[in-house]
Nanobody
Framework: QVQLVESGGGLVQAGGSLRLSCAVS????????MAWFRQAPGKEREFVAG????????DYADSVKGRFTIARDNAKNTVALQMNKLKPEDTAVYYC?????????????????WGQGTQVTVSS
């Protein structure tokens, strides 16, 4: 079982940047596929970006490609999400998640461990 704690959310103007971090405790971090999801009010939780333990950090939602970057540090048991050129539609609660699968599936149900979430608000 792993525990995940997100940090780094906040309020930013459109066009600005934020960096989210997720600290992971527990065993076998290196064997976990890690991802960021987000959920806006009244909407389904959606995949943002992910890193598989087998293939690295290559998966992004189309809506964030070229603006967001995910990175994991296996030595520090952390995964970060650098968000640039933020838009008001990026406003949501952002969640860090861990999966035992070897690939990023982009499906929330495949991720068994979740953080408590951190609020990101982008003003226009």
């Amino acid at each position: 079982q792993v525990q995940l704690v997100e940090s780094g959310g906040g309020l930013v103007q459109a066009g600005g940047s934020l960096r989210l971090s997720c600290a992971v405790s527990g065993r076998l971090f290196r064997s976990k596929t890690m991802a960021w999801f987000r959920q806006a009010p009244g909407k389904e939780r959606e995949f943002v970006a992910g890193c598989s333990w087998s293939a690295g950090c290559t998966d992004y939602a189309d809506s964030v490609k070229g603006r967001f970057t995910i990175a994991r540090d296996n030595a520090k048991n952390t995964v970060a999400l650098q968000m640039n050129k933020l838009k008001p539609e990026d406003t949501a609660v952002y969640y860090c998640a861990a999966s035992p699968l070897s690939i990023v599936t982009m499906t929330a149900n495949d991720f068994g461990s979740w953080g408590q979430g951190t609020q990101v608000t982008v003003s226009s």
